[in-house]
């Protein structure tokens, strides 16, 4: 005989198993896209997110988990979805905002107000989190409508909304400094949250991780200089000859002047390279790649 599971009609679940594990992938990928750019913006690799729990409850439940001073993030994926939100303590706000004006992240007075200085701050850095967000769907644009400084002004769901929640645990030199909390309502998800499919998650962010991290590197090496240089021929000669050089003696190469070069990048060998004159300056032009991966 099956077990025999009660069911409280108080609190109906709305999202289904595949659902849950869709949305738990995306707020995994959420943290770890998140750690990527906010190490990039605050050259800071000690503030990490990592999910810690994952459920369905009524918005009424989890508000009185979240504390009353924490930020509210409303923000919309256009067209696709509206009033989606995102909770943050007033903690990690005050670390991430002391981070990006090049401090250390830590906080002594938590009751200091955010100004508007700061909830630009915060702004700028969740609307770039957000763009790196896993959505399986078209969309033009995700934006963000409202800052609210604490979770009583934000009235836009009811406490009998079922809603997917996510906390994501924050921490700072291997310290818990606070919470963020995704917040989903079905009433929005509605009518596409049943087409969701999680294994598609994997492939598609795997790649993006890929092109993200290699971007970031590239961003951060693109103007550092390197040694060019054009090897014309070489020659071997005895240590006797080459004391006795003097101005004019002529060395003979082992390659015509019509072949093909090589031109190194630092000590690699990259490319071959032709001969000749660029204006009124002698040059080289690049005929072919040595190495295509390189």
Known sequence: MEDIRLYDFKRSEKFSIENL???????????????????????????KMGLDRSSQVSYGELIEKIDNNSLVVEYNICPVVENLTLFIDKSVALSLVDLLLGGNGVIEDLRRELTNIDLELIKYLIQNLLK???????????????IY???????????????????????????AIGDMVI???YKNLGHIVNSLMYKEIDEICCDRDIDIETNEIFNSVKNVKVDVCAILGSTNI???????LESGDVVLLNQKINDEIKLSVGDEFIYKAKPGLIGMKKGVEISDIVNEER
């Open 238 to 244: 005895s240590i006797n000859d080459l004391i006795n």
């Open 183 to 185: 917040c989903m309502p």
């Open 149 to 175: 400084t604490n979770s009583v002004q934000y009235q836009g769901l009811s406490n009998k909304d079922i809603v997917f929640n996510s906390f994501i645990k924050v921490n700072l030199e291997n310290e």
């Open 21 to 47: 594990k869709h949305l738990i992938q995306v707020s995994e990928e959420f943290c770890k896209t998140s750690n990527m750019q906010i190490t990039y913006e605050t050259k800071n690799k000690t503030f």
């Open 132 to 146: 790196r967000i896993y959505i399986p769907y078209e969309y033009e644009s995700i934006s963000i409508v409202n």
